[in-house]
């Protein structure tokens, strides 16, 4: 099993920025892909970045965030981050951190999520 635990969120003006954290608890080199979605109530749960590792290493991000939203992760401490810059009041919601891993611990999992809230 692997848990992940968010951190980071918080209540910020617009045009601020915030940094998210997504701690695993195994080492995120068994992961195929480390996920950032977000959820607003009454809709559904949106994909804002990713990371895909393989041969090569993917990143994503979603249309509505790219030039401000970045994700990367530190290896040794397995963290995945989201630096999201230049927030917008849209950009309040929930935001989850996902995970796909391999091996003895496969299986997809999810964080308990961290909420950001941006004002006008």
């Known amino acids: 099993q692997v848990q992940l635990v968010e951190s980071g969120g918080g209540l910020v003006q617009a045009g601020g920025s915030l940094r998210l954290s997504c701690a695993a608890s195994?080492?995120?080199?068994?992961?195929?892909?480390m996920n950032w979605y977000r959820q607003a109530p009454g809709k559904q749960r949106e994909l804002v970045a990713s990371?895909?590792?393989?041969?090569?290493?993917?990143?994503n991000y979603a249309d509505s965030v790219k030039g401000r939203f970045t994700i990367s992760r530190d290896n040794a401490k397995n963290t995945v981050y989201l630096q999201m810059n230049s927030l917008k009041p849209e950009d309040t919601v929930v935001y989850y951190c996902?995970?796909?891993?391999?091996?003895?611990?496969?299986?997809?999992?999810w964080g308990q999520g961290t909420q950001v809230t941006v004002s006008s």
């Open positions: 996902n995970a796909a891993f391999i091996g003895v611990i496969a299986g997809d999992y």
């Open positions: 195994r080492s995120i080199l068994s992961s195929t892909a």
């Open positions: 990371i895909r590792s393989g041969g090569t290493t993917n990143y």
